[in-house]
Structure formats: C-alpha cells, structure tokens
C-alpha cells in the first residue's frame, strides 16, 4: 500500500479535490461530488441503499488532516455497527493508512502524521450525548441519521466548534423512513406527493435558525440576520444504487438484493421514497397469495405458534367482550423454493385451552413437522419454553428466540409473498388468514403475522433454535427453582 511522505502530505488541501487522483481514489462524478464539495454548515447526503455514502463520510474530514488542531468524529448509533464487516471502522482502514494515519482500534480512533485526530463513537441512550459536554468538534459526523433521535443531532450540533481555524461543519448519511424526524427536517427537498426527493432542489442550499425546538427557514442568510440566533445553512443530496457505478461493477448481484426486498422496504432503499409507510395492503397484499387445492410430497416443515394466555369474556358492568392477544399457530412447508401455508389456527383461550390445542395439533400434524414457538424475555418465559418442551415430548419441538421487531421478522415472508413463492392451501381458515395479513400493521392484533413469519423464519434458518439456554438464561431459572 502506497503512503504520503510528510512533503505530500501538506498538499492534501489543494490535491483532495482539485487533483484526487494523484492522491486518493476521487469521487464519483454526481452525488458523491456535489456531496465533498458543499460549502453548507450541514449536509445530509443519501436517501437509498448503495449510494457510496460511507465512503463519502470518510472522505469528508481528509481536507483539513494537514491542520495539526482538527479533530473530528463520527458517531453510528451503537459500537457493534461501527466494527461490523463493511462498516465505518473496516471501511477507514482501506482509506486512512494511504495518508500514513495510524490507527488505535481499541479506542477507536486514527491519528494523522502532523497531529489531527478522527475517532469514531456511538450514542446508543440519549444520555450519551453528555459525554461531550464541554467538547469542542470541528467536524462531526453521523452514519445513518435516521438512527439518531432529534434531540442528540441538536445537542451535538451545539459540540460543533471549533478554535483551530477550521469553520465547523456537520456531514450525515441517511436513509428513507418516512416516520423519522429527519423527514421532517428536510422535506423541502422531498416531493411531498410521490415521497421522491425533487432533482432540481438536490444540493440547494438553505439557511434556518431554530427557537424554542421551532425552525425558521430562509433562503438566503441575510434574512434571518436580523434574528439573535445566528443561522446554519443545510442542504440534502439524494444518492441511488444507479449514483455508484464502482459498487455496480464490483457487485452486480447488490442490485437484484434491493429487488427482492420487501415491497416497503424497495422503495426505500431501491427508489429512495420518503414517503412510504407500512400500511394495510403494503406488508402483505392478499392478492400476493395464490390458492392451491394440493402441497406437493417431500420438503421440510413446521408448525410455528405465537402464544398468548388470556380467554375472550363477557364483562358483566359494562356488557362487553374483552378482545385479548390470541394464541396463533401456523403450519408451513417448504418444497423446492416455495413456500405453501398449509394450516392456520388463532383462539383467545387461557392457559390451559392453549396446551390442549398445541398438543392436539402437534398430534394431528404428525412428527414429521417440527413444532416451534417463539421465548419470551426473562424467567418466565424460560418456565413457559421448558413447559412446552414436556408437554410436547416426542414431538421434534423447541422455542426460538426473536431477532428484531415485529415488522423487522416479516420481511423475509413479505418479499417471497410478493415474488408469487407464497401460496396457501384452500381451507376455510383462508380468508380470515388473508384479512388478518392484509391489515398489517393496522389491526389491533398481530398474532397470525407472527406466526406466519415465525414458520417461514424457522424454514429458512434465520433464527436458530434455543436447545441449549444461554448462561444468563440458566442462572435466571435456577433461581426460579430455589438453587
């Protein structure tokens, strides 16, 4: 790997963007560039997947490394994201030695030959934003914006100071989500009817002041001069997979991933849209799911069950019905690619109902589908597993443990329901089934939802099974038990 002597090194300033290629591979014409050359105290930059954000962020402080006072950092919400494959700290190594920058990976942080500094930290609690009470950082950065909340952009931004002759400045990347505070920040550059970010406004600049958590916006600062505050300039530059020729070549299959997406989550990421929500109709569409009078022979299957343990009453003051989580099973094979719902069941029964229909069930499937469900957190949820695990006995069964939220676990099913690998045998349980999935995230229950993907997780490896309890898990029961 080829490094600057000291005599290059204090030429980085003129070299980084005037001449990159004599020193570092140079931006990508378009996004990437306008992004690197923006004189805005804040730039938000992205919008969809692949758009070479990261490297982009990286690049950002390199102009000023020559200044031995800079210092500069870049937050991701917790530390594992930051050292993950592919991620900030992995992706700095490629970059940074090219400048003779040494790294302290166990704090996480390079220096540069004539004394700048680059660290990188997470802010997982709010909270956290307090360990740089007092800091004073030229340059700040953050990776996936929409991660942060609002309240820790705004209090880091009063940390973004500077006395080492470098004017303060915020770079971010950022992806769509439409229910995030950044929407609301930059959505006069989004168009508020299609969700698409408008072309003509990309990299426009613009100055606002901010009273009493309230924003003021201008378009030039002479207008908000007359304000106490003194006004920040922002901009928003929208980036796609189609911006990152150099990731297309080197990954042609990325493309096809972003494809196989989820419908919610393709328009994001693949077409940047601000504005598409999980709603009815866009999770599952019961017109994704064909009906089929006959399973083939062979594949693997399961039968997955989302436990609940309050029974439907009658309440006797005000004459109305409770409407308690139901206890949900699913059953599901998997032949050759595709996926067929054989089966779904959902009562609001107690305790000791649930027992007799997951055992009879488990009988009128047979040992050959796997019976799974899904391990509440703590204690009792540990009793429950072992509970199931008696009851069941002979049975090939075992509880999982939930990776993500609700709508997080859907998603796999969702993709394959919309690429037509989702059918469902006829039965009378069908169009209850159909509504219930349809309606997501909007009905009151999620139960058969959760089902479903808790089977189609399970024949898909996603999660693994829980035979063997963790350490914490083993201490917490033999508590339980008196030991």
Request: with cysteine.
């Amino acid at each position: 790997m080829n490094s600057l002597s000291p005599p290059r090194l204090r030429e980085l300033d003129e070299l980084l963007f005037d001449e990159p290629e004599q020193l570092l591979p140079g931006p990508q014409p378009g996004p990437q560039e306008t992004f690197l050359k923006s004189e805005a105290d804040i730039v938000i930059f992205g919008g969809a997947a692949g758009g070479g954000k990261t490297w982009a962020l990286l690049m950002q402080p390199l102009r000023h490394v020559t200044n031995p006072q800079f210092g500069g950092v870049i937050f991701r919400r917790t530390s594992p994201q930051i050292r993950n494959q592919g991620g900030l700290w992995d992706e700095s190594t490629q970059i940074y030695p090219l400048l003779n920058a040494e790294p302290r990976q166990t704090v996480l942080e390079w220096r540069f030959p004539l004394g700048a500094k680059l660290k990188f930290a997470h802010l997982q609690y709010d909270l956290d934003v307090h360990d740089w009470q007092g800091a004073q950082v030229p340059f700040i950065g953050f990776d996936q914006l929409e991660h942060f909340s609002e309240s820790q952009f705004w209090y880091m931004l009063s940390r973004n100071r500077s006395l080492c002759g470098v004017h303060p400045y915020v770079r971010a990347t950022v992806n769509p989500d439409a229910d995030s505070w950044v929407a609301k920040l930059i959505e006069w550059w989004i168009d508020q009817d299609t969700g698409f970010p408008i072309e003509e406004r990309s990299g426009v600049i613009r100055w606002f002041i901010r009273v009493n958590n309230e924003i003021k916006w201008a378009d030039t600062k002479e207008e908000l001069q007359s304000d106490s505050e003194e006004p920040k300039s922002l901009t928003f530059i929208p980036a796609k997979l189609s911006d990152n020729q150099i990731l297309m070549q080197k990954d042609p299959g990325y493309l096809a991933n972003l494809r196989a997406l989820s419908l919610v989550d393709r328009e994001r990421l693949l077409g940047g849209n601000w504005k598409i929500v999980a709603t009815a109709g866009k999770i599952f569409n019961r017109a994704w799911f064909e009906i089929v009078d006959a399973v083939p022979a062979g594949g693997e299957e399961v039968r997955f069950w989302d436990l609940a343990a309050t029974e439907k009453k009658m309440l006797a003051k005000t004459n109305k019905t409770t409407d308690p989580d139901y206890t949900a099973g699913c059953r599901m094979k998997k032949v050759h690619g595709i996926y067929y719902v054989i089966d779904a069941q959902a009562e609001q029964i107690g305790p000791t109902d649930a027992d007799n229909l997951i055992k009879n069930t488990a009988s009128q499937d047979g040992k050959g589908c796997k019976a799974r469900w899904e391990i509440e957190g703590g204690a009792s949820g540990v009793r429950d597993n072992l509970h199931l695990v008696q009851l069941l006995a002979g049975y090939d069964c075992a509880g999982v443990r939930p990776e993500g939220d609700k709508i997080v676990r859907a998603k796999g099913l969702a993709a394959q329901a919309l690429a037509g690998n989702v059918k469902l045998l006829r039965g009378d349980w069908n169009n209850r089934w159909l509504n219930h999935m349809h309606g997501q995230p909007e009905l009151p229950h999620d139960d058969e939802m959760d089902a479903a993907s808790g089977a189609f997780n399970e024949l898909t490896d996603i999660h693994g099974l829980v035979e063997d309890l963790e350490e914490e898990v083993v201490e917490e029961l033999d508590n339980y038990r008196g030991r």
